[in-house]
């Protein structure tokens, strides 16, 4: 919207009509809303009622004068800061000019008046006025922007976690389907093979030497189908908690990369929910997972304990190092994910690289008791 000079109101304020109309004229060239009162109880009246850019106050005036109406001006919220000048007669001592100050005058025009000295000042006001409007609304519009964009970061948030939450419950139905019912067909097939390899005439031995690697291939399947779904929601993290399936889960890195191990777990049982367990053990496998992927190390530490009421799991590698510009880069996904999962509890995820010495990464998870 656009703010022009006509927008913002003047008010007079004199007893005296004729030099009220002379005015009121006078100032119609600088804005088109130009208010008058000839009291300074209509002018206490005016102010309550809408904003002006400036008021021009007649400092003698019969009942309420213009000092007394000047400083029930600045007593009102509304008016507070709204500049006045006073207009007098050169009759007026110095002590009166200081009395218009102390009242809350910001000027002081001695009649009679230069029409163009009144006018330039009169201006810059209005353009102080309208250029102070123009501000507070654009403050505002950033506020209100910045409302917005706080509430739909809020919102994406909200939905991250949803939708983690609904994956893994996905996941950890698939992990189950596939290991009940998937197994239990492997293991029902395997029964029957027995009943048939165990009836076969001694002279088979071709057809026996097929069932023997029929066997093994259902052996094969079986262990294929248990690591599917051990990798898709470990069950050892449902029915033995997080400190063995971290266990767990190091054991099985250090089996498929033939990267060192060293790792350190809390020997006291570690009570903790659901939720928690799950955002651990998922970070801990995208670090297991950085680590295999880019650090090209030969061997990581890991740890976790509990400290000052947080869990705090830390996984260094003697890899490349980390650098800073993948730290900061909104492109890197599995690094604001976990940042993401920990967000919930109020943690908080650290991570250093120092070039060809390794990677720290420091996991702090509040756990939340009182
Ligand atoms: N342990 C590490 N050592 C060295 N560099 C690492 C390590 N972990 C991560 N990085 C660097 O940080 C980048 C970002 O990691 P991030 O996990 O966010 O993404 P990514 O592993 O490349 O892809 P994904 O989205 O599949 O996880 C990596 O591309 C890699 O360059
Ligand atoms: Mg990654």
């Known amino acids: 919207m656009e703010t022009s000079l006509s927008q913002a109101s003047i008010l007079i304020v004199d007893d005296d009509s004729k030099s ?14 130009v208010v008058v009162a000839n009291s300074g109880e209509e002018a206490l009246r005016c102010v309550l009622k809408q904003d002006f850019a400036v008021i021009l106050l007649d400092a003698r005036m019969p009942g309420v004068d213009g000092f007394e109406t000047a400083r029930l001006i600045r007593e009102r919220e509304r008016s507070r800061h709204t500049p006045i000048i006073f207009l007098t007669g050169a009759y007026e001592d110095l002590h ?8 809350g005058a910001v000027d002081y025009i001695v009649k009679p008046l230069v029409p163009e000295i009144l006018k330039s000042k009169i201006s810059v006001f209005v353009e102080l006025y309208i250029k102070n409007a123009v501000l507070i609304r654009e403050i505002a519009d950033r506020k209100l922007a910045e409302e917005h964009s706080r509430k739909s970061e809020e919102n994406l948030r909200a939905l991250a976690a949803h939708l983690q939450s609904v994956r893994e419950e996905e996941w950890t139905r698939i992990a189950r389907e596939i290991h009940d019912e998937l197994g239990q067909s492997l293991t029902g097939l395997k029964m029957d093979l027995t009943w048939v390899v165990n009836r076969l005439p001694g002279d088979q031995r071709v057809l026996a030497e097929r069932m023997k690697s029929m066997f093994g291939l259902i052996d094969g399947t079986i262990q294929s189908v248990r690591k599917i779904a051990s990798r898709l929601r470990p069950e050892v993290l449902d029915q033995l908690g997080l400190t063995a399936a971290i266990g767990w889960c190091a054991g099985d890195f250090r089996k498929r990369t033939g990267i ?5 777990l809390p020997s006291d049982t570690l009570i903790l929910d659901h939720e928690r367990s799950t955002a651990a053990f998922r970070i801990f496998q995208e670090l297991l997972t950085n680590v295999a992927r880019h650090a090209n190390a030969t061997r990581i530490d890991v740890a976790m304990r509990v400290d000052s009421g947080a869990l705090v799991l830390t996984v260094e590698d003697n890899g490349r190092g980390i650098a800073e510009s993948a730290i900061e880069d909104s492109k890197s996904l599995g690094l604001l994910g976990m940042r993401e999962r920990v967000l919930p509890f ?25």
């Open 20 to 33: 009220l109309l002379a005015l009121e004229q006078l100032l119609q060239s600088v804005t088109q809303k």
């Open 96 to 103: 009166s000019v200081f009395r218009g100050y102390e009242a």
């Open 260 to 264: 060192r191990c060293k790792v350190s």
């Open 346 to 370: 109020g943690g908080a995820i650290e991570i250093a690289g120092v070039r060809d010495k390794g990677t720290k990464v420091r996991v702090c998870i509040p756990l939340g008791l009182k």
